[in-house]
Structures are given as C-alpha cells and as structure tokens.
C-alpha cells in the first residue's frame, strides 16, 4: 500500500480498487473536476469470461451527492485499478 498526501495535507492510501470494501471512504474527482469524498455502501463485480476481464463499481447508496442537485459520486475500473481510500481511524 502507498500512502499520499493530498495539497491540503490529507493523507490518503492508494489500494487495488478490488480491496475497496463497504464502509470504506473513497476520495475522487466528481466530473466537473471537483474533489470529493464518499462512503463505499455498493460494491459490484462484473465478470466478463469471454474477454477474461473484471470490473468493479464502488458507490454510494442515496441517489444524489450531498447537495441533493447531482449524481452520486461513483467510481469504476478493471481489477487493479489504484483509488484513494481515506485511512481508518482507530
């Protein structure tokens, strides 16, 4: 695992996508380039066999952001691509 520090200081871990579990806090850019964060509530695999390929969804189970005026923040990719986990506090 690597560890980050974002330009305000936050510390962030950078983990597989597929490590990602419920409960855990994500930070990415929502698409109008904004930073955000979001608790992991959803987490789907999609196997496709005939390519050999897995994807994985990470989001949020409300309908819309924080805001109430957008979508929810959602992150996707093929196995073993790197996200931004906020780390667990003890």
Partial sequence: ???????????????????IETGDTV???LPDGSPTTFE????RFHID????????GLQAARETDTHGVGLVATVEGPAGTIVHRLPKQN
């Avoid at 695992?1 to 490590?19: F, K, N, P, W, Y």
């Avoid at 992991?40 to 987490?43: C, D, G, N, Q, S």
């Avoid at 066999?49 to 994985?56: C, E, F, Q, S």
């Fill in 1 to 19: 695992m690597t560890i980050v520090r974002t330009s305000d200081g936050t510390v962030l871990d950078q983990v597989a996508i597929e490590e």
């Fill in 49 to 56: 066999k005939a390519r050999g390929t897995a994807m994985v």
């Fill in 40 to 43: 992991v509530e959803i987490k």
């Fill in 27 to 29: 930070w990415t850019f």
